[in-house]
């Protein structure tokens, strides 16, 4: 769950109409795609194989991926045409109208051939619901025609490989900490020093989220005492950690 | 209406959190306060202030546990691609009024961009409240119809809701959602949106504004008018006072202005006799058999203004089937109206569209719109057939007037 805004420039909604037929949609101040609720993943807006249309768009947000996919060598996002799609008709409960002022605008839509259904109930206007649908299904869709070969697959596998590499990077680099704290036993406020210095340095390059979680993982390995000064021992560096990271 | 099961308190609480037990009594479905929590929440981590996140989302769910409807609690309701500010005293869009005016500007969109787009577009929306029927109309149009002359005038009788209005109209601007009206008489399409505050009973507030708006091309200053009307609508107060205490739900009932949704019955009573003498003086067939009802009263004079000024196309919305068959009648009843949107050509000529029409809308035309039955309406002892356009499953929601020689290119 986002809880806090990003402070980035957002671009124009006129941009984003303007551009690729409305796929980007802009849900708040953040492009967003998700299942019906099921986990909202931010997008990075990659207004897909146009690189044209890349620079007015895309600039806050794009990633530089060096060694994988480059954003307008991904499959195209998906679209389907008018003529397979059914809406399925929602009966509204009560009178409607000035009566009742329902906050809930649900749109279901059926795909004839796969027979794939979604109900889409993602914002409060009904327009959006519908252009959120179509998008939806045609991911769905696309999946299973697709499997392995689908955008959803490969977008999967490219943030997996991402996340694999950096979290690989983060072990790799909390090991040769552990190594140099434990062989400088002796000295250790020349240890604190420098891993204030170190988790400084570290900072600037990682996630808080990922480098914490590394941190956790890195000391339950390495210690081997008693368990009360393990725990002490623990909050010890990750304090310092912490602290050399805010700074 | 049924107690909550306390085992869907447990259960929201669990999945949901605290604020879920609030939510619950109004919602009624976990679904349906997941949905609200969720918009809550995005709408507290959007706009920025120093108090901080949970409290604000507390403060937010008690208002709504209370019964404030969400529009109120956050501010706004989206509508179309607009996001239309709300305030108490206002009545919110809904998302019926969405539908029809969509499909309206889709009719609008295929009709119009064949013909010549010199001659401006005259609107004109009777109680429009937040002015979200105008605005919308005004942003798919100029989108749809970049090279037509756009004039779009809302017409309300509160202050409040005028200022609401404008508001409305510059804070979209400002999110950029739709071009901004040209002041210049140079540049070749003009496009204006203007609302302005009248009492629609009164015609001496009223008539200037119906007379002296629309622009003809012929013109050459922007404010003198000699060209006609070519679409009205209206989102009046429809609900009678016993329908108002009974099937209105609590948080429309204890919330939103009363002014907006029960059309002042009392003038009815005055006229109630001479119904049809007072409005339509000159009605020859003196049809005093029209069934008609006191919460109908707005529609009369709607009528009345369209057979006075003779707007292409007229929608107006109604509460459902059986006021739209009533309405419906109102439009058959009258020996001007029937000549002016009924025609008396042949069948035939009425389904190539070069005839007038006369059709009931449901609700969700949009998606829909291959929906077609007809129905009949029993008016002064014969029976009329209308078309009823929508999902067999939808309730009436609109009806629409189109001119005896406008043309609707199918949709």
């Known amino acids: ?247 | 209406m049924p107690r909550i099961k306390p085992q869907l308190f447990w259960q929201g609480r669990k999945k949901l959190g605290l604020n879920a037990a609030k939510l619950l009594p109004v919602c009624r479905t976990l679904e349906s306060t997941a949905n609200e929590l969720r918009w809550i929440k995005q709408h507290v981590a959007e706009t920025p202030s120093i108090i901080p996140f949970g409290a604000r989302v507390w403060k937010l769910c008690d208002k709504r546990g209370n019964g404030l409807p969400l529009a109120y609690v956050l501010g706004n309701q989206p509508f179309g691609d607009l996001e239309i500010k709300c305030r108490p005293g206002v009545l919110i869009p809904r998302t019926e009024t969405e539908s029809y005016t969509i499909h309206l500007s889709n009719i609008l969109r295929r009709s119009l961009s064949k013909s010549d787009p010199g001659q401006p577009l005259n609107i004109i929306d009777l109680c429009t409240g937040t002015g979200c029927i105008p605005l919308l109309l005004y942003s798919q149009l100029s989108r749809s119809l970049p090279s037509q002359s756009l004039n779009v005038v809302g017409v309300d009788i509160s202050q409040k809701t005028i200022n609401l209005s404008r508001r409305n109209l510059h804070h979209n601007l400002r999110a950029d959602r739709f071009p901004p009206p040209s002041t210049s008489d140079s540049s070749h399409t003009q496009r204006s949106i203007h609302f302005l505050k009248a009492d629609i009973f009164s015609p001496s507030s009223l008539d200037p504004i119906l007379s002296t708006t629309p622009l003809s091309s012929s013109s050459t200053s922007s404010t003198a008018g000699t060209g006609e009307w070519d679409l009205l609508t209206s989102n009046p107060p429809y609900i009678s006072p016993s329908g108002f205490a009974l099937s209105t739900s609590r948080s429309v009932r204890n919330w939103e202005p009363k002014l907006a949704l029960v059309p002042p019955v009392e003038r009815v009573d005055l006229h109630q006799k001479h119904f049809y003498d007072h409005y339509y003086p000159d009605n020859e067939n003196l049809l005093r058999k029209v069934d008609y009802q006191p919460e109908d009263v707005f529609y009369a004079r709607l009528l009345e203004i369209a057979r006075t000024y003779g707007p292409k196309r007229v929608l107006m919305e109604v509460g459902d089937m059986e006021q739209a068959k009533r309405v419906a009648g109102m439009v058959l009843g009258d020996g001007k109206l029937r000549r002016l949107y009924w025609g008396e050509g042949t069948d035939e000529e009425k389904e190539k569209g070069a005839g007038g029409a006369v059709q009931i809308w449901r609700d969700d035309l949009v998606g829909f719109e291959g929906y077609e039955e007809v129905l009949e309406v029993g008016v002064g002892g014969r029976n009329e057939k209308i078309v009823v356009k929508g999902h067999p499953e939808g309730h009436g929601r609109s009806v629409y007037l189109r001119r005896v020689g406008v043309v609707d290119h199918d949709v």
């Open chain 1, 1 to 247: 769950m986002m809880k806090t805004t990003l402070g980035l420039p957002v671009p124009s909604l006129s941009a984003l109409f303007a551009g690729a037929g409305g796929r980007i949609l802009r849900y708040g101040g953040l492009p967003f795609i998700s299942g019906s609720g099921a986990g909202r993943r931010p997008v990075i807006a990659t207004p897909a194989a146009r690189p044209g249309a890349a620079a007015v768009a895309a600039a806050p947000f794009t990633t530089t991926a060096p060694s994988w996919l480059k954003p307008w060598q991904m499959p195209p996002r998906p679209k389907l045409p008018e003529d397979e799609l059914e809406e399925v008709y929602l009966k509204g409960s009560g009178p409607g109208g000035q009566k009742i002022n329902k906050t809930n605008s649900a749109v279901q839509l059926r795909h004839i051939p796969t027979n794939i259904v979604i109900k889409c109930q993602e914002t409060r206007s009904r327009t959006q619901n519908r252009k959120l649908a179509r998008e939806i299904l045609a991911a769905k869709v696309d999946l299973f025609l697709n499997g392995d070969k689908s955008r959803v697959a490969i977008v999967g596998n490219v943030k997996k490989k991402k996340a694999d590499s950096k979290a690989k990077k983060a072990r790799r680099k909390y090991k040769k900490l552990e190594e140099k704290k434990a062989g400088k036993a002796g000295g250790q406020q020349l240890v604190e020093g420098e891993e204030g210095a170190e988790g400084e340095e570290g900072e600037e390059g990682e996630e808080g989220e990922a480098e914490g979680e590394e941190v956790e993982e890195g000391y339950e390995d390495e210690v081997q005492e008693g368990e009360e000064a393990e725990k002490g021992k623990e909050a010890e560096k990750r304090g310092g950690n912490a602290d050399g990271a805010r700074q």
